[in-house]
């Protein structure tokens, strides 16, 4: 069975630029996760989505951060412009619907603001 | 504010040493997962408890939820290299959002 999918692996932008991350869940998995890994801490959970509505996106920056899942399936998530402190892994999860003690990552994006 | 306290932060320890990693709350939580994140990786679950003074084994890994569901332990006997990772607790309360902790820095040494 395939994982969770993320690009890019890696990307380097300067302050006030663009980026835009993609995640393709596990098949079936109706539950998918944003998350935000800075350096020293455990993930901090961005926006999750179930199928292709929104859950819970409490913790999103939406003034600069924003996020789709337009199709049910695979997902972006954009932060337009970038921040120093944005600097961190972004990871995305998946599980299935009515079993989010059971989530599953994928490898994450590290992104680099200078 | 961190609803999940990891300690302890660091830990070197030699192949064969026995090790307990601690990860505690004032928050009641419906369950506890344990994950382990390995360097350029997402993490990955290792095991959920949801009873308070539950116990769980995985191989040479012991899980114990608190009697309260507040608190939380996982054991590693004979520690060995390939148990080298990021040991990070999550917490679920009301809805399905997990809250993780800062995580155990573990280094085993052949």
């Known amino acids: 069975e395939a994982g969770v999918a993320q690009s890019p692996r890696y990307k380097i932008i300067e302050k006030r630029q663009s980026v835009a991350f993609w995640c393709n869940p596990i098949s079936g998995h109706a539950t998918l996760y944003w998350y935000q890994q800075i350096l020293g801490q455990g993930p901090k959970l961005l926006i999750q989505?179930?199928?292709?509505?929104?859950?819970?996106d409490s913790q999103l920056p939406k003034d600069r951060f924003s996020a789709e899942r337009l199709k049910g399936v695979d997902s972006t998530l954009k932060i337009q412009p970038a921040k120093l402190e944005d600097s961190a892994v972004y990871l995305c999860?998946?599980?299935?619907?009515?079993?989010?003690?059971?989530?599953?990552f994928g490898p994450g994006t590290r992104l680099t603001v200078t | 504010t961190q609803l999940l306290e990891q300690s302890p932060q660091f830990l070197s320890i030699q192949e064969g040493e026995n090790l307990t990693v601690y990860c505690n709350s004032s928050?009641?939580?419906?369950?506890l997962q344990w994950y382990r994140q390995e360097p350029g990786e997402g993490p990955v679950l290792l095991v959920t408890v949801v009873t308070g003074g539950e116990v769980k084994k995985l191989k040479r890994l012991t899980f114990q939820f608190g009697d309260a569901r507040k608190d939380s332990s996982l054991h590693i006997t004979a520690a060995q290299p390939g148990d080298t990772g990021l040991y990070l607790c999550a917490g679920a309360q009301s809805g399905y959002a997990l809250n993780f902790g800062k995580g155990t820095s573990l280094l085993v040494t052949p």
């Open positions: 999860a998946s599980s299935l619907i009515g079993n989010s003690y059971e989530q599953y």
């Open positions: 989505f179930q199928n292709n509505g929104v859950v819970d």
């Open positions: 928050s009641v939580f419906s369950s």
